[in-house]
C-alpha cells in the first residue's frame, strides 16, 4: 500500500527537482545499484519520494544519507552491519532488501545476512564489526550506551566514528518511520 502519491518528475516544482537531482545525481547513482533509485516513469523509489514534500528539509535528509553511506570511518562491511541492525529493528522491509545487496556487494556472506536478520552475532564478524553491530543494537534498544560500551566503540572506531554511527542509526530510525507513514510499511 502506498499512502502518498508518487510524484512524477515533470509535476516536480524547482525545489523538489533539486532535491531528485540531488537524488538520482549524486553518490547514489554512481556505479552498479543495489535498487533501482526510480521507477520506469522515473519516479523516485523508497523513502526518497517523501522528501519531496519538504524540499529543504527533503534535501537536508538526502544529504545526511550520503554523508552516512560515503563519508564515514566505518568499513563498508561495518555500516551495511548497522544499516541492516537498523532495518530488522524496524522491521523495514525496503531498507533490508536494499541494503542486504548492497552488504553481499560489500563481502557479507549470506549466513552473515541472515544472523543480522535474526537478531544473532555472526561469528564470522572481526572484532570491529562486532563492536559496531553490537553498539549499534545497543543504540537501537537502550537508546544509550553504558560506560563500557562507550569505551569499546571509542576504542574501536572512535569519537568521530561512534558520531557516525549514532548519526547513521538515527538516519535510518528516521527513514523506516516516514516508510511506514508514506508508504504504509510494516
Do not use: C, K
Request: glycine residues 8%; aromatic residues 6%; negative net charge.
Amino acid at each position: 500500500m502506498t499512502r502518498l502519491p508518487r510524484f512524477r518528475p515533470a509535476d516536480l516544482d524547482d525545489d523538489q527537482r533539486a532535491v531528485y537531482r540531488a537524488v538520482t545525481g549524486g553518490r547514489r547513482a554512481e556505479g552498479p545499484q543495489a535498487f533501482e533509485l526510480v521507477d520506469a516513469e522515473g519516479r523516485l523509489n523508497g523513502p526518497f519520494n517523501a522528501m519531496l514534500l519538504s524540499p529543504p528539509v527533503g534535501a537536508a535528509l538526502q544529504s545526511v544519507g550520503e554523508a552516512v553511506r560515503y563519508e564515514t570511518v566505518l568499513s563498508d562491511r561495518a555500516r551495511e552491519l548497522a544499516i541492516l541492525a537498523a532495518a530488522a529493528h524496524w522491521n523495514s522491509a525496503f531498507e533490508r532488501s536494499s541494503h542486504e545487496a548492497v552488504g553481499r556487494r560489500a563481502g557479507l556472506t549470506d549466513d552473515e545476512l541472515a544472523a543480522v536478520r535474526s537478531n544473532a552475532e555472526p561469528t564470522t564478524l572481526d572484532f570491529h564489526e562486532l563492536t559496531v553491530l553490537r553498539t549499534t543494537r545497543a543504540l537501537l534498544t537502550d537508546q544509550r550506551l553504558t560506560d563500557t560500551q562507550y569505551a569499546a566503540a571509542v576504542t574501536t572506531v572512535g569519537e568521530r566514528g561512534l558520531f557516525e554511527l549514532t548519526t547513521l542509526v538515527g538516519y535510518y530510525g528516521s527513514l523506516a518511520l516516514q516508510l511506514r507513514i508514506f508508504a504504509g510499511e510494516g
